[in-house]
């Protein structure tokens, strides 16, 4: 049985959808108004992985991650760049779709945006001042009642009167309460708005969120994610919002990945410690993000470093050494290695699903795959066949799809330098014939640096990038 980590509980539960065989998700996708960082990609990639598993598991998933392509942040930014909101939120809508094929991430079912769900924002608003939660200021902008929601703050484990006390918020002339929080914006001078029933304006960063999840996957859904610093306000006012608007019960399952950490800091624009999606892809391969983030637990901070994305790599070519053919000339593997190999592949199945399904553990399902791959390649060094190898390598490639990992060969120089890679491979071997292992050790050290492996295991000499 499948068991996930509840934000709402703060507990592992067992998983049950409100349909069988059915899993309605959505993930909160970014607010585009700058270039994406690779803390954007984490998030991302964790529930990509999340979605990946559940329909190896046999579940239909019906997966939503929004755009946010109208908020403060824009519009900041357009006015700085003296450009349009909506033309600059197009151009990083465009980028980020691009980053997402680069990282293989499977496409949403629906990517809905703010602006093309304002029919629906507003009639969410207008339920929520005829039940009295929400109430419309004298300037124009439309406030939830946080004191009218017994249950805020269940959430996120904090109460009305301990968010009051430490809170800079001071109380506005329009707010009853320094914490209610703003469904609707009136218009300024020069802004995107939208004609409503309480004047021109547009809607705040929440009720967009709820809007769009009410509008595509209904009044409950299974699992809602995102990173761990929405949990607080974002979360926490899409599900006082959105209980209050329907009288039931939200998201089964909260899910939140932790942040992304660079030199024991969160990764972040304001901050200015970020490195960017385009930035990481020109210097690393798509899977060692995904590898460094398989490595940890998707709820717990994530170090960057170049020694981690570097010992990434390292992973990620252990796992594509076992993919290679078989040794030239192979004869066949002993009766003892094939015996293991049956039953190493069967283990490793049994223990993938086994780690997976306590809360997503990825770690302990990589860590399943690397045994795989160690006995595939002592039993490539014991002589196996590509017939003998076949099934566990297919098996090692499915599973590692799960994980939404590729496996392919690095980008590498043309084949007129395999033919002189394998010449001076050739001339090595002989040299180790002759005993020059001064010789043959520089030749391999110098291959090395050219990222050309070379590997030597009973007589025979092998050699890949």
């Given at each position: 049985?499948?068991?996930?980590?509840?934000?709402?509980?703060?507990?592992?539960?067992?998983?049950?959808?409100?349909?069988?065989?059915?899993?309605?998700?959505?993930?909160?996708?970014?607010?585009?108004?700058?270039?994406?960082?690779?803390?954007?990609?984490?998030?991302?990639?964790?529930?990509?992985?999340?979605?990946?598993?559940?329909?190896?598991?046999?579940?239909?998933?019906?997966?939503?991650?929004?755009?946010?392509?109208?908020?403060?942040?824009?519009?900041?930014?357009?006015?700085?760049?003296?450009?349009?909101?909506?033309?600059?939120?197009?151009?990083?809508?465009?980028?980020?779709?691009?980053?997402?094929?680069?990282?293989?991430?499977?496409?949403?079912?629906?990517?809905?945006?703010?602006?093309?769900?304002?029919?629906?924002?507003?009639?969410?608003?207008?339920?929520?001042?005829?039940?009295?939660?929400?109430?419309?200021?004298?300037?124009?902008?439309?406030?939830?009642?946080?004191?009218?929601?017994?249950?805020?703050?269940?959430?996120?484990g904090r109460k009305i009167e301990d968010m009051q006390a430490g809170?800079?918020?001071?109380?506005?002339?329009?707010?009853?309460?320094?914490?209610?929080?703003?469904?609707?914006?009136?218009?300024?001078?020069?802004?995107?708005?939208?004609?409503?029933?309480?004047?021109?304006?547009?809607?705040?960063?929440?009720?967009?969120?709820?809007?769009?999840?009410?509008?595509?996957?209904?009044?409950?859904?299974?699992?809602?994610?995102?990173?761990?610093?929405l949990v607080f306000p974002h979360h926490?006012?899409?599900?006082?919002?959105?209980?209050?608007?329907?009288?039931?019960?939200?998201?089964?399952?909260?899910?939140?990945?932790?942040?992304?950490?660079?030199?024991?800091?969160?990764?972040?624009?304001?901050?200015?410690?970020?490195?960017?999606?385009?930035?990481?892809?020109?210097?690393?391969?798509?899977?060692?993000?995904?590898?460094?983030?398989?490595?940890?637990?998707?709820?717990?901070?994530?170090?960057?470093?170049?020694?981690?994305?570097?010992?990434?790599?390292?992973?990620?070519?252990?796992?594509?050494?076992?993919?290679?053919?078989?040794?030239?000339?192979?004869?066949?593997?002993?009766?003892?290695?094939?015996?293991?190999?049956?039953?190493?592949?069967?283990?490793?199945?049994?223990?993938?699903?086994?780690?997976?399904?306590?809360?997503?553990?990825?770690?302990?399902?990589?860590?399943?795959?690397?045994?795989?791959?160690?006995?595939?390649?002592?039993?490539?060094?014991?002589?196996?066949?590509?017939?003998?190898?076949?099934?566990?390598?297919?098996?090692?490639?499915?599973?590692?799809?799960?994980?939404?990992?590729?496996?392919?060969?690095?980008?590498?120089?043309?084949?007129?330098?395999?033919?002189?890679?394998?010449?001076?491979?050739?001339?090595?071997?002989?040299?180790?014939?002759?005993?020059?292992?001064?010789?043959?050790?520089?030749?391999?050290?110098?291959?090395?640096?050219?990222?050309?492996?070379?590997?030597?295991?009973?007589?025979?000499?092998?050699?890949?990038?």
């Amino acid at each position: 049985m499948l068991r996930v980590y509840n934000t709402l509980s703060r507990k592992k539960e067992e998983f049950q959808t409100l349909e069988p065989g059915l899993v309605r998700m959505y993930v909160c996708g970014p607010t585009v108004y700058s270039d994406a960082h690779i803390g954007h990609a984490m998030s991302a990639i964790v529930f990509d992985i999340a979605r990946r598993y559940l329909e190896y598991r046999g579940y239909k998933v019906r997966f939503v991650m929004n755009f946010t392509d109208v908020d403060d942040k824009i519009i900041n930014r357009a006015n700085k760049l003296g450009t349009d909101p909506q033309s600059l939120a197009e151009s990083y809508i465009s980028a980020f779709r691009k980053h997402l094929e680069d990282l293989n991430i499977m496409p949403a079912t629906v990517n809905p945006r703010a602006t093309q769900t304002m029919d629906k924002i507003q009639s969410m608003i207008q339920g929520l001042i005829d039940k009295e939660f929400a109430y419309p200021a004298r300037n124009g902008d439309v406030y939830f009642r946080v004191t009218r929601d017994p249950g805020y703050g269940k959430l996120s484990g904090r109460k009305i009167e301990d968010m009051q006390a430490g809170s800079r918020i001071e109380i506005e002339d329009e707010k009853e309460h320094p914490m209610d929080f703003a469904l609707w914006k009136a218009a300024k001078p020069g802004e995107p708005a939208w004609d409503s029933p309480w004047g021109k304006g547009r809607p705040g960063w929440h009720i967009e969120c709820s809007a769009m999840n009410l509008e595509i996957l209904g009044e409950q859904i299974d699992i809602h994610g995102g990173g761990n610093d929405l949990v607080f306000p974002h979360h926490e006012n899409e599900v006082a919002q959105t209980e209050s608007y329907t009288g039931k019960s939200f998201a089964r399952y909260w899910m939140h990945n932790g942040m992304l950490q660079l030199q024991g800091e969160k990764m972040s624009k304001s901050i200015g410690n970020m490195v960017t999606i385009d930035e990481f892809l020109s210097h690393h391969e798509a899977d060692a993000l995904r590898l460094m983030i398989l490595n940890g637990s998707y709820r717990a901070p994530l170090s960057y470093s170049d020694d981690i994305v570097d010992a990434a790599e390292r992973g990620l070519d252990r796992l594509r050494s076992a993919l290679k053919p078989a040794t030239l000339g192979a004869s066949g593997a002993s009766s003892e290695i094939k015996a293991a190999l049956d039953k190493q592949m069967e283990a490793t199945q049994q223990f993938f699903v086994e780690a997976m399904d306590d809360d997503f553990n990825s770690s302990g399902g990589l860590a399943a795959l690397f045994e795989l791959v160690r006995v595939i390649n002592t039993s490539r060094d014991d002589g196996a066949t590509d017939a003998e190898l076949k099934t566990a390598q297919d098996i090692l490639q499915k599973l590692s799809g799960v994980f939404g990992l590729r496996l392919t060969e690095k980008k590498r120089p043309g084949s007129e330098a395999d033919k002189f890679i394998s010449l001076l491979v050739e001339i090595r071997s002989e040299m180790r014939k002759q005993g020059n292992w001064v010789m043959s050790d520089l030749i391999r050290d110098r291959l090395k640096e050219l990222e050309v492996v070379v590997e030597d295991s009973k007589g025979i000499t092998t050699w890949h990038w």
